[in-house]
């Protein structure tokens, strides 16, 4: 499941929750490595599908005018490549496969750095997480400790085929040193610039309605999630330093009340790449700098195809139909698999270099909870009526085979 919530304090900084002041100055390595056409293209199609304000983004014939900051009413100007003959290389600390050595066949991963990142905590910061449902006296649901499951089965595979693989965490100890309490001044902040002026210090009930109007509710997530991807990204960005990264995670439609869930009979699958953004996350000077930051990465590139072929490879092993999202407010299909949407979350926009972001399996189904259930073991078994491999495994190989199908093509 992905982040939903978009919680935020409006201060003169003009920053969203957490995040960084942008340095413009390091776009200047981006002078003239990309044509008008690619960033129009990027723009359009991919990147500003929900539009955005008219001063935020001005694209001239040779260059563009982008808003550094409204108040100071400071501009950004990115000029254009003539054409793609004279752009200048893009720089980049990450390695397009088609930049690798060729690889024997046996190893088709050879030397490629990749990094997995399992969606999520587990163990008991499940609930707080509000990743965690349980049906009677069955073993609960816990996203993040499936998602862990995956990456411990995935990361040997990967290594076998030659790939240096490291895991974002290893298990279910929070990657910031913050804790829920650090927060509870910048949530009451956040909730009184959201319009609570008085705003309660504790849930009340299970079911509380207004819940996500008091301070525990608002400083967890500002733990869990914020505060949580924010510091997995630094260790991504300044220590990993990864050619890919792998985000697992696994759906669920709503299940109500955790304790006593809604099961259901739809089950699907889709992958995220970054895009896609809001017309007011792009009023947000570290959102709009991160995103041109990113178009000018050209991340796209090797996301593109890199998703469509684990979609396919998805597919191929899971036969799940794709996920229709149930309005385009927030997600604008890309690719050519149908599986495959643009947008902007955390994890997707703050690290630095190609991100797949994988949604198969609705964990409440009723196929998918009895697979769950039914735990990890090697081979085939018949579960609810079907021969098959375990689910964990199924995710593994899946997405395992979908970078070999990959990057033996892009390496030939
Ligand atoms: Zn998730």
Redesign the pocket.
Known sequence: ??AVVATSVQSADNISVLGNKPRWDVLERYQQTITHGEFLHLIDDVYCTHGFAADLIDVSDDHARILMSRQAQKFFTLRFAADSATRKPVPRLWRPAKSLPAAMLEKPLSGLKVALDP??LGGSWAKMEE?WFQVGDTKPVQ?GDL?LQVARLLAPRLRQLGAKVSLVRYGNEPTTAKRPDDFRQLARKILIANGVPQPRADVLEPGDPAKEQTIRWQSEILFYRYSEIRRRAVRVNFKLHPDVILCL???AEGWGDPSNPTLTETNHLHLLVNGSYLAEELEFDDQRFEMIRRLLSRALDEELPLANTVALAMVRETGLPPYEYPTTNSTTKVGTSGYLYARNLLATRLYRCPVVYC?PYVMNSKDVFARIQAGDYEGTRNVNGIERKSIFREYADSVADGLVDYYSKARQ
Do not use: D, I, S, V
């Open positions: 499941m992905a969606g999520h990743r996203e998602t995670h696994f759906n949604e």
